[in-house]
Structure formats: C-alpha cells, structure tokens
C-alpha cells in the first residue's frame, strides 16, 4: 500500500473508531483502575485498541503495534513499521467531562516518525501529518511556528508541578508561572501536542509520558518546527516512559536552562 492509500485507510479507520466512542456514551461504561486510584481505563480503551490491532494485523501483516492496553505487541526495539496506539488519550477526560480526549495513533519505520493522527473524537476534528507533506488540522494546511518569547507564551502543563513534589524544584516552576503569559491544563498528551503544532499553546511540558502519548504528536510537531525532547535535552523517549518537553523552538532551549529543574537526573 503506497503512502497516499495509507493514509486514506487509516482516517477511515480512526473515524470509525471515533464512532464507536461517540456510540459508547449511549450505554454503561465500566471504569477499572490501574497502577493507582486515579489512572482510569474503560472497556471502551481496550475495546478500541483491539478494533485497531485487528484491522492491522489483517491488513499489515508484518507490521508490529504497539498499544497502551497490552494487546499488541512488546516492543523493545523499533525496527521495521511500529504502529504506537493510545486508543483513548485523556481517559479521566473520557470518564468525567464525555469530552477532552484523542485516539493518537503514530507510524514509525525504524524509529523515524512517518505518519500522525490525533483525532479529537467529540469534536470531529482530526490533526495530522505525514514527515515530509506537513501537518494539518482538518483541510487547513498548519504554518510553521513563529518566534516567541516565555512572556507571551501559553504553556500546557499540569498545575502540579508547581506545588512541593519530587520530581521538580517547585520553584522554579512557581517562576514559570508567573514570567509565562498563560498557563493551560488539558489532560490530554496528545490534544496538547495537537494545539502546540496549530500554535494554540507554545510548549508542553510532562513529568511522565509513555511513548504512545507522544508518538503521533511528534510527527506534528516536526512538521511546524516544534523541538522535542527529555528533561535532559535527549531525544523523545519511544520505547519507555520518560519526562517531556514539546515547544517552539524559540523557547524549548530557555525552558530546559531556566524553568525545569529536574530533582533526580
Ligand atoms: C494520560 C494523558 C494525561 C497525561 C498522562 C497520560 P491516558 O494518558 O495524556 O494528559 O498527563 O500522563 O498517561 O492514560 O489518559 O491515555
Ligand atoms: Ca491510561
Ligand atoms: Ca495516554
Ligand atoms: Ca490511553
């Protein structure tokens, strides 16, 4: 399948799935919890994900998926195609609000980003892109980010971070919050990766991110311009959880020297 037919198959595949979601509020959602009390997961994510693996499997045979919930594949290098999968992006958003969340889907060929999506299912608004082609928020075609300053910048962060905690020197962030222009709490990865590629906010910032919050927001963000990377300035992390730091490339480098003061690395 060329790249153009891919693409084709795969917003078929995410609209449909985004269905299935909007459908899902018309009947009894059953919540679990993970690792602790307030990560949330609903047979509406796993039955998503496994929507997705199935269409894969039958129609990319040699591809390998790598998912949020555990039915794909266990991923420890990423060779060949790799498709990263949140089914759900924001499920405290899915639960609570019935709004705020994204099916973020990346494709990756030997660890480069070649193809995002990020679909904002209650407000049908699909963002995405292709490396090269540049990204997009529906039929509009997103600009190149512009130069800006911390002072006139918004940025995505949980409030969190700027209250005692043992992850960040609080002060900092305190800092930040007062010398940014605005400060926003989503709680979605991906929508806000999504709003940094159409220049709603400027950066994002995240303590802990898996590689399938970030994967298709990556390939977005490269097309704008938007730098990416860990606390300590490495490349995004696609194989295993790590702190995240997406912003305007004017920016991304003063945040990292002057706001985020990491406590353990
Ligand atoms: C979460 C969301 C949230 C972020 C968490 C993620 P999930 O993903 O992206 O905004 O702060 O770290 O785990 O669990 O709702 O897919
Ligand atoms: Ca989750
Ligand atoms: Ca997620
Ligand atoms: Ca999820």
Redesign the pocket.
Same mark, same amino acid.
């Given at each position: 399948m060329d790249q153009h037919a891919m693409d084709r198959y795969i917003k078929s595949m995410i609209k449909e799935a985004g269905h299935r979601i909007r459908n899902s509020f018309l009947s009894d959602i059953s919540v679990d919890t993970k690792a602790h009390a307030n990560?949330l997961v609903t047979n509406v994510d796993k039955e998503v994900e496994k929507f997705f693996i199935r269409h894969i499997r039958e129609d990319f045979p040699g591809h390998r998926v790598f998912g949020?919930e555990g039915y794909g594949d266990t991923i420890e290098e990423l060779s060949g195609i790799v498709w990263m999968l949140?089914p759900?992006? @924001?499920?405290?958003n899915f639960v609570h609000q019935r709004r705020n969340?994204a099916i973020s889907l990346g494709i990756y060929e030997d660890g480069v980003g070649k193809m995002g999506y990020i679909y904002d299912v209650v407000n049908d608004d699909l963002y995405y892109a292709v490396a090269g082609g540049g990204a997009y928020y529906n039929d509009e075609r997103l600009q190149p980010l512009i130069e800006t300053d911390i002072s006139e910048s918004i940025i995505g962060m949980?409030a969190m971070w700027a209250t005692p905690n043992r992850h960040v020197e609080h002060e900092a962030t305190i800092r930040l919050v007062h010398e940014a222009r605005g400060m926003r709490s989503? @709680? !979605? #990865? #991906?929508l806000?990766l999504a709003y940094l590629a159409s220049g709603r906010i400027d950066a994002y910032i !995240?303590m802990?991110? !898996?590689p399938w919050?970030i994967a298709g927001g990556l390939v977005m963000a490269n097309e704008v311009g938007a730098v990416a990377s860990n606390f300590s300035g490495q490349p995004a992390n696609l194989l295993k959880s790590d702190t995240f730091v997406a912003a305007n490339p004017s920016i991304h480098g003063k945040l990292l020297e002057d706001y985020i003061k990491p406590k353990h690395i």
């Open positions: 990560d949020e949140d759900i992006d @924001g499920t405290m969340f949980n989503y @709680g !979605s #990865a #991906a806000e !995240s802990r991110l !898996s919050d």
